[in-house]
């Protein structure tokens, strides 16, 4: 049987696992192909972009002025205590809120299965 860590054990594993993330945060990581050109595109077209990622927020926040410094995000919201993680779809309703916006008023682009269930769950 495995074992799972619990408890301070668990808090500790986790505490260092984020710090070595924070750490070397940009080593590995990079826009997909074609990423900046399609997102200057559409802000030159007049669309608005908003970027809200289950990272922390600080950590997003990084990432968008180190990868996409010339892209006029609207807002760039991570992970924080105050808002729920997706796929709850809180925080991407509070998103859209802050932006005057409803679910029919937008498309929600992501790379993964939980950012297609907050987009259902947004309507």
């Known amino acids: ?37 399609t997102l200057s595109s559409l ?13 922390p927020e600080e950590l997003t926040q990084a990432l968008i002025e180190r990868f996409f410094p010339h892209i006029p995000f609207a807002a760039v919201h991570g992970g924080s205590p105050a808002r729920p993680l997706k796929p709850d779809p809180a925080s991407a309703v509070g998103v859209l809120a802050s932006l005057g916006l409803s679910a029919g008023q937008c498309f929600y ?8 269930l907050t987009a259902k769950r947004c309507g």
């Open 109 to 116: 682009v992501g790379d993964s299965d939980v950012d297609m």
């Open 43 to 55: 802000a030159e077209q007049g669309f608005g972009l908003a970027v809200l990622s289950n990272k």
């Open 1 to 37: 049987m495995y074992g799972f860590l619990q408890g301070e054990d668990f808090e500790k594993v986790l505490c260092e696992a984020r710090a070595y993330y924070a750490g070397h945060l940009c080593e590995r990581t990079r826009p997909y192909d074609g990423m900046p050109e």
